[in-house]
């Protein structure tokens, strides 16, 4: 049972022009979202967070949005960089849970210059 | 040196051999996890450590044996593995376990293939 998930393992975008990446949840009681980016032979490295009560977080190029409703969350990178190329994984967690944090499948971003 | 740092780098293993993998962080976190990935799955949850002490084993076959000697080291014993175990993996470490507002630190990684 996966319960978060990435349904798009590509995304090709020019650069200059806006990435949308995006994430489906199941687990309602998940109440903190993560973005994750991963270059090729290096770990995971944090990009951007959520809290449940919120519905969009801001830092620089990167936006978060959260539809608690839809289950649905998306990362907007705009203006897209060749440097925003990588794989992007999206993670939820909840307290009740035992604060699990569970990862999509992530999604390979090109940005082409 | 700061971070997590993992050893080796890649690995390739016969199924009948005992190997281990190594990770050591230097940030003061109390929390430390191991997490598999397999192509075009999600990280998968392996061990979870808090103050030393095993707080979570998902599922994990024997073959694989985590020991955590202190909060800034874990390693990840294997033997008789699998040709399917073949994967990443990715140890990681956090303040404390789980709930951490800014997720974990993750390593590089150790790309194992077992031949």
């Known amino acids: 049972d996966q319960q978060v998930k990435q349904n798009s393992p590509s995304l090709s975008v020019q650069e200059g022009r806006i990435s949308i990446l995006n994430c489906d949840y199941t687990?309602?009681?998940?109440?903190?979202f993560l973005w994750y980016k991963k270059y090729p032979a290096e770990g995971p490295t944090f990009l951007i967070s959520i809290s449940s009560i919120k519905d969009k977080n801001e830092d620089g190029r990167f936006t978060v949005f959260l539809n608690k409703s839809a289950k649905h969350l998306s990362l907007h990178i705009v203006p897209s960089q060749p440097g925003d190329s990588a794989v992007y994984f999206c993670?939820?967690?909840?307290?009740?849970?035992?604060?699990?944090?569970?990862f999509g499948e992530g999604t390979q971003l090109t940005v082409n210059p | 040196e700061t971070g997590v740092t993992q050893t080796p780098r890649h690995l390739v293993m016969g199924m009948t051999n005992k190997k281990s993998l190594k990770c050591e962080q230097h940030l003061g976190h109390n929390a430390m996890y191991w997490y598999k990935q397999s192509a075009k799955k999600p990280l998968e949850l392996m061990f979870v450590y808090n103050f030393k002490e095993q707080t979570e084993n998902n599922s994990v076959p024997s073959r694989f044996s985590p020991e955590c000697p202190n909060s800034s080291h874990l390693f990840l014993h294997l033997h008789t593995l699998q040709p399917e175990d073949s994967a990443l993996y990715l140890c990681?470490?956090?303040?404390?376990?789980?709930?951490?507002?800014?997720?974990?630190?993750f390593g590089s990684g150790t790309r194992l293939t077992v031949v």
């Open positions: 993670a939820a967690i909840s307290e009740t849970s035992g604060s699990r944090l569970t």
């Open positions: 990681a470490s956090s303040q404390r376990a789980f709930r951490d507002a800014f997720g974990y630190t």
């Open positions: 687990n309602s009681m998940f109440d903190y």
